[in-house]
DNA sequence: GATGAATGAGCCTTCATTCAT
DNA sequence: GATGAATGAAGGCTCATTCAT
């Protein structure tokens, strides 16, 4: 029993150290990419010698993983929320809009450090982990969204998990668009362009369906 | 003159090896990137020695540089062509669109490839390269034909740069999408697909023009 | 005043470290040759990692520029020294000799390094390095001693530059010498041996010259 | 029967590129060292292809050997037909400095390769080879001149392979300080200045020793 | 527990040597 | 026989990881 309180000191100790290290990380990855990034670096920024950061992850891709996940885990989550709380599509995309620039606004780091990745939208990651997975399982849960618009004639009749991604990228380009643009616009000319640029991309034409169709070509 | 036709051999089996090389090299950092890419993969699957690729390429990263600037430069020439002889810009759009999409099924690797750079559309790429200035000039042909629409209002009134980012990812992702999917859907689906999802994003909603157009003027 | 200490330590070991790998690799160097030598043989000979020894020293060619400017300042120092403390020009070619024998016995595999380079006394060094420089100057040096026994009517009337190179490899011939006959004379009958040839060699034969040569003899 | 004149072409021809390849040989290891050299280099220099050059000599150190060994056995002829036409040793070494300084004047790249080596006269060169058998002939001929010399009272009273040494030293430290100075003055004036400083350095100084030294001054 | 110096496996690159033409 | 393009082993250097203090 006396062990207990030792052993919630070193854990909460340790969960400290997690996320100094990963913020710093985050930074480091973000600037010079995962390979090119160097675990000294990590230790500099952290103001951690190189022991403390392997005593709490076992490797360098584990503070990668980590971070993708962390992130990852939180991005799920909101996007889970907005899934489980929002019933109208369009509601549930607005909202999404929304949660996801304020938390890359909160993260610009990692925003970086994702939009480095680039392949987060595409297939087959190099690496078969769970970070991919855990993106899969956003993309599902927009596509989940797009498919319950799609079934309400709201969107336009297409793959979900198509429009899904499309609309990742949208948000991506739309924030990378914005932070080499010097990080001007504020955050609700941000949510609006996106908006604007979703509703556009994604809803059905009015008319659209029999008809109008002809004029559409 | 007996000269003459051994130098062009030789420059004939070099430029061979070259886009040997090239090919093997586009697979080998589409699968690995750059940095996890070793030159000696790069020489197994080419089917060459160490030595014959250094004797082409005179370094790991020219070979990348080659490979991006080389394609990129394909790409740039066709987007400097619709630009040049589409007045249209719808229909340059649209020129683009097949140009695009027939240039990447060709080059599957190197699209691989290059959506792992990610940062193409975003701000600063990792080296002051001659790519990053040929894919800023890709995005300013594209951006030339979003102004000159948006100057008709026949697209949407927003920062022509960033609708050409837009395209540009959108792009993309169909492709990715395409390649995530076992490489199914035939060229022209992938056209229409694309066609379609540009005319609505871009597209200045019917209804939008004449009034509140003064507005965002 | 914490940081002090542990500053200095650090400054402390690196100078051991930096002395040791300079031992290790004069040795090798001395065997092989500078591009023979492989900087894996420094760092079995001297118990080190690659790592500790890159760590210390950026590169290959810099542990073989640092002996030699090392040991080279520090014979310049001692020319220097003598150049300043005796007036005659005879008693500073001996005090030379004496400090040049002594030198290279406490560095005999830095002799042997030297002796390899060979081209000390010649002209172009291969490289436009320092180390040229320095042994120029410590050829200046003892041609100045020997332009001022020249002009006391001590020294035979050469170019003193030459007599400066001719004194320097009749030093290195000797201990050359004395290191292939397995090391078995004594300092003292080295520094005869020298002494009894630079005094052949370079004094002025008694009856050349004017009067005062019988003096000199 | 009918081979044999077939067998003469072949040896003749290869006798021909023999002498091609060690002239080229000798420059590029005169300017860049042993290592440094590229056989691609002496190719090209030579004019001759890669196949030819290994045809003739079996790898690069075979190259270099042949050139030390053919040009030292040279030298070696020479310094026997001296040991063995000139009775006196003044005339002897007269003949010797004559000898090596025409050789010399006459292949001035073997020197430049010569004095790079610069163990020629040091103990243990690198490789147990022949070269520094031949080497040591050479010195032990020239030792032998001393020999006699000392005998005689002509020479001082030292080691006659460390006479030998020095003797060796000054002829190279004479024609590389020439080398360095742009080859400015002429064989004479270059025989003279060595014959002056050999005189001075090994001659029995006068009134050393009892009777014989009247006769040596 | 924390430190950061030490380690050494691994990668890019070169060049002596070979062999198909 | 001559060619010179192709080969691949080997070396300089880096950096993720460990461990003595």
């Avoid at 997690?18 to 670096?41: D, N, P, S, T, Y």
């Avoid at 899934?83 to 970086?112: M, Q, V």
């Amino acid at each position: 029993m006396r062990r207990q309180p030792r052993e919630e000191a070193r854990r909460a100790r340790n969960d400290v150290y997690r996320q100094h290290i990963l913020e710093a990380a985050e930074r480091i990855f973000a600037e010079h990419g995962f390979e090119a990034a160097k675990v000294q670096h990590i230790s500099k920024l952290a103001g951690l010698s190189m022991g403390t950061i392997y005593a709490v992850f076992p490797s360098k891709t584990d503070i990668f993983r980590a971070s993708l996940e962390e992130r990852g885990r939180e991005l799920l989550a909101l996007a889970e929320d907005v899934a489980r709380t929002k019933a109208g599509p369009r509601e549930a995309l607005s909202a999404l809009i929304e949660g996801y620039i304020d938390y890359f606004l909160a993260h610009p780091n990692w925003l970086r450090m994702h939009l480095r990745l680039g392949t987060s939208w595409a297939a087959r990651p190099s690496g078969t982990d769970s970070r991919a997975a855990q993106w899969c399982h956003v993309l599902a849960l927009q596509a989940d969204i797009f498919r319950r618009g799609i079934a309400k004639g709201i969107f336009v009749d297409e793959d979900p998990l198509y429009l899904s991604k499309m609309f990742s990228v949208m948000d991506q380009v739309l924030l990378s668009d914005w932070v080499a643009g010097g990080m001007k616009e504020d955050r609700d000319t941000l949510i609006r362009r996106l908006q604007d640029m979703a509703e556009r991309a994604f809803s059905r034409p009015a008319g659209s369906g029999r008809v109008s169709a002809a004029r559409s070509a």
